[in-house]
């Protein structure tokens, strides 16, 4: 067996196993295209710490002065006519370099607040897949069992249809209800190919089945100000937004610092035939006349108003948004509640309606009340994936990936 083959064999198996939730988040983490970017960009912005902070490289220059156009080649016509060599350097005056490499220090924690942002969404997306799997897989279950136990009224409603004329309108009735329960599995079907596919899409792999239901924390038990004090300290998208905070007000010390001038020095030797050589030393300043550095201080200024704004703004956002899936998760306990209240209601009916057949009654309302159940576990069903799908959103507003 060659690498290759080896290499596949053990790639099919991983995706023949990683079918739990933690594994399949783990592996789309390690696999993610964009997170494979953010891992270069970050290497770019370590790399340009050390390149902002260096000095500007020395120039150095050589040349010919007073070239005569009947001799070119004399260098003794003239007093001005020499050859020469110069050395200049930019030597700044302040902590300029410093804080420019101080901004790209501040810029490797805002990629590394956009990675966990990402290693989140990955998770909820994730999650998301497997929670509609699993919706589909208990709608199916629901549904198979009923689908089955209609054949028994179906067949029963052909015997009575010779003796009762309101039989055939059941009948049809019931053969219809199978199909509309046949047409709505084939959907969940497709809802768990869709589920794969959203996998692979996140992930960069593919997976069989899902093995596992995934689990949370009791969030509709735990305190709102916990929560919101979970969010405030655990929020990867308010530790981006606490980084850009940072660089902007970084970058206002950066432009205050360019409104100091710094000098550059100049040296040269120049050399002459017939006379005598000299150096020559000069030094000099740019004129800040047109206001730019302060144009661009107060440039600056306004940027980091407009990130401070921003992560006010997004710091109500999460925390509103928080309080309305918690809100909301508690409404949906109720409704369950509710549901769960009805299905031993109607366990209790259909008892009552089996009980009833040895003293002559109905066999036909005995199996409609069948239908009653089996509509109140798909309604089960649903909130309990709604449920799911507000906790997986509260997970995310936390910040929850492991």
């Known amino acids: 067996m060659n690498f290759k083959t080896l290499l596949l064999f053990l790639l ?13 988040i783990d592996y789309s983490i390690q696999n993610n295209y964009q997170l494979q970017i953010l891992q270069e960009e970050s290497a770019i912005t370590d ?34 006519q020499n050859q020469f060599v ?3 350097q930019a030597i700044p005056l302040n902590n300029r370099l410093e804080i420019a490499s101080d901004v790209e220090r501040d810029k490797l924690l805002v990629i590394e607040g956009k990675r966990e942002i990402l290693k989140v969404n990955i998770a909820f997306g994730v999650r998301q897949a497997f929670i509609e799997a699993q919706f589909a897989k208990k709608s199916l279950s629901i549904l198979d069992e009923y689908i089955a136990f209609l054949q028994t009224p179906l067949d029963l409603l052909v015997e009575l249809s010779a003796i009762e004329k309101n039989s055939v309108e059941k009948y049809i009735q019931t053969e219809l209800l199978q199909k509309s329960y046949q047409l709505q599995r084939a959907v969940w079907l497709r809802t768990i190919e869709v589920a794969k596919e959203r996998i692979e899409l996140i ?56 409104e100091q001038t710094d000098f550059t020095v100049r040296g040269g030797y120049y050399q002459r035939f017939d006379r005598n050589d000299y150096i020559s030393l000069s030094v000099s300043f740019p004129l800040y006349i047109h206001n730019k550095q302060s ?41 369950l509640k509710l549901l769960e209240e009805s299905r031993l209601k109607i366990d209790r009916l259909i008892a009552n309606a089996k009980s009833e057949l040895s003293l002559g009654g109905s066999l036909i309302h ?22 799911a799908l507000h906790k997986n959103q509260i997970e995310q507003l936390l910040g929850v990936y492991k």
């Open 203 to 258: 992930g960069n792999m593919k997976i069989d089945s899902f093995s596992d239901e995934v689990v949370f924390e009791d969030y509709q038990n735990q305190s709102l100000k916990e929560l919101l004090s979970i969010l405030d300290s655990n929020s990867p998208e308010l530790h981006m937004r606490e980084s850009l905070k940072t660089v902007s007000n970084r970058a206002i010390e950066l432009a205050r610092a360019k």
């Open 295 to 335: 144009n661009q201080r107060v440039q600056a200024m306004k940027k980091s108003n407009i990130e401070n704004i921003t992560y006010e703004q997004t710091k109500v956002q999460l925390e509103q948004g928080l309080k309305i899936r918690f809100y909301e998760l508690k409404s949906l306990y109720d409704e």
């Open 12 to 24: 099919i198996s991983y995706s023949l196993k990683a079918e739990r939730v933690q594994e399949v």
């Open 47 to 80: 790399r340009e710490i050390e390149i902002v902070g260096a000095w500007a490289d020395p120039i150095l220059s050589a040349g010919i002065n007073d070239v005569q156009g009947v001799r070119p080649l004399s260098r003794n016509l003239e007093a001005m």
């Open 366 to 387: 005995y199996y409609e009340l069948f239908r009653q159940r089996v509509n109140n576990r798909l309604s089960i069903a649903k909130k309990e994936l709604d449920i």
């Open 86 to 88: 110069t050395f200049s």
